[in-house]
């Protein structure tokens, strides 16, 4: 079992910026890639951005390349999600979420956590 914890959610103006963490426990060494999705209301899960535990690139959607930023604390046993530029649009309810392939899609990932609520005003 993995447990996952997001945080840093909030109200933010457009153009502003904000942080969000994702806390890992239990058997992640039995993890391989972190993810990062969001869902909008009435609309599915999509997918924002993932990173491998242990080395390799970073890989995001169109459109958040170049606003968003996914890093990794192994020490920590924490994923973040640094948002900068942010438009009414990323407006969404964000995950986390763990799988152990190179994947996009959300039916991939197998462990979630609660999600963190992310508000930008116009």
């Known amino acids: 079992q993995v447990q996952l914890v997001e945080s840093g959610g909030g109200v933010v103006q457009a153009g502003g910026s904000l942080r969000l963490s994702c806390a890992a426990s239990?058997?992640?060494?039995?993890?391989?890639?972190m993810g990062w999705f969001r869902q909008a209301p009435g609309k599915g899960r999509e997918f924002v951005a993932r990173i491998p535990w242990s080395g390799g690139s970073a890989y995001y959607a169109d459109s958040v390349k170049g606003r968003f930023t996914i890093s990794r604390d192994n020490a920590k046993n924490t994923v973040y999600l640094q948002m900068n530029s942010l438009k009414p649009e990323d407006t969404a309810v964000y995950y986390c979420?763990?799988?152990?392939?190179?994947?996009?899609?959300?039916?991939?990932?197998?462990?979630w956590g609660q999600g963190t609520q992310v508000t930008v005003s116009s």
């Open positions: 979420a763990t799988t152990t392939g190179q994947y996009v899609l959300a039916r991939s990932y197998d462990y």
């Open positions: 239990g058997r992640t060494s039995s993890r391989y890639v």
